[in-house]
């Protein structure tokens, strides 16, 4: 069949120093052993060269990669660098609550991007972690790299940071690339029991957003300032689904686990197709999976007004008792915002 894979997530390992109770990370596995690192390079560069897709992005994430050998890490990336023939792209997803070493700095100036969290206070034990972030953040902000922090949903945030002081602290952090992320459900925990542990509903979450949009749309241009979700949502407007991403991200998107499993994204349901240790990847099962990733749209979703705009999206957002979590008012918004400008309003 014909591979049209563009990106691969290699989680590193799933520990972490922190314990953030909205996290997906699992415990199942350790770090990644230096023969399984090596194997899921040979992987990467086999698979950039079967791939119809232009290029290959690697996204290097956890648990948390920071804590991970970086010395091993380094070589895996100058081994990969040089035997991938297309356009590549390395990334790493760090939360930066570490002391940072010269083997640090060394990974990091062999990615493309650096993307790091901020969630108002779970991450922060103390004034002294807090502090830590912001002196790490203004270190990778000199290497000259892309920088891109993901701004999460939770309750905590919600319920204490007014927009107007989110959007100050952005503005304070001199970053440019942003992504506001709602919550998705843990993989291995029911939605049931997420919603126990986070007390957010997905209408606050929508409210929240939709005051963020109003006041990002009146800055953006003059701070430089692209927030990669709201954007998604002003092309979901005009007809370019919100969701897309989620909708064909089996196609496009793989994941490596620490033990060298093959699956879509982060899931750990059983839906493996292939060890990078072992059988490589199985395109027959692998083939299956897309199979039925088409097929697992909710089937309230079909009856919803916003479907064309969203087309319901990844199976693990966060979803609670109020049945959606897309941000449809900001959807309104803008369609109206449309309607008035043909007229001349």
């Not at 591979?3 to 989680?11: A, K, P, Q, R, S």
């Not at 002294?128 to 000259?144: D, M, P, R, S, V």
């Not at 029911?190 to 800055?219: A, D, H, P, W």
Request: charged fraction near 25%; glycine fraction near 6%.
């Amino acid at each position: 069949m014909e591979l049209t894979i563009g990106t691969v997530e290699v989680e590193l390992t799933q520990g972490c120093q922190l314990k953030c109770k909205h996290c997906f990370a699992d415990k199942f596995f350790g770090p990644m052993s230096e023969q399984t690192l090596d194997n899921t390079v040979n992987f990467l560069i086999d698979l950039a060269a079967k791939s119809t897709y232009p290029k290959l992005e690697v996204i290097l994430t956890g648990g948390e990669p920071g804590i991970f050998d970086m010395t091993l890490l380094n070589k895996a990336l100058l081994k990969l660098r040089a035997g991938v023939k297309k356009e590549l792209n390395i990334s790493i997803q760090t939360n930066l609550l570490y002391n940072l070493t010269d083997a640090h700095l060394e990974v990091f100036k062999n990615c493309d991007n650096l993307t790091t969290s901020w969630d108002y206070s779970y991450r922060y034990n103390n004034i002294q972690n807090e502090a830590l972030f912001f002196e790490n953040l203004a270190h990778i902000k000199t290497l000259g790299k892309r920088v891109t922090m993901i701004i999460t949903m939770t309750d905590a945030l919600v319920a204490n940071v007014p927009v107007e002081m989110l959007m100050s602290f952005i503005l304070c952090t001199g970053v440019k690339f942003f992504s506001i992320n709602r919550l998705y459900t843990p993989l291995g925990v029911s939605e049931e029991e997420f919603r126990k542990r986070m007390t957010v509903t997905n209408e606050k979450i929508r409210e929240y957003q939709y005051k963020l949009y109003r006041l990002y749309s009146q800055i953006k241009d003059k701070y430089g300032l692209f927030f990669f979700d709201l954007e998604c949502l002003a092309d979901a407007a005009v007809g370019n689904n919100y969701n897309q991403y989620g909708n064909t991200c089996p196609a496009e998107l793989i994941h490596v686990n620490p033990g060298g499993d093959i699956s879509r994204c982060m899931d750990k349901r059983g839906k493996n197709f292939g060890n990078v240790n072992t059988t490589g990847m199985d395109e027959e099962k692998y083939k299956e999976v897309l199979i039925e990733h088409k097929n697992s749209v909710r089937q309230s979703c079909y009856a919803c007004k916003y479907f064309e705009n969203c087309r319901s999206g990844c199976p693990w957002m966060y979803f609670d008792e109020t049945g959606c979590s897309v941000p449809y008012k900001i959807i309104d918004y803008i369609k109206a915002k449309n309607e008035l400008s043909k007229i001349g309003g």
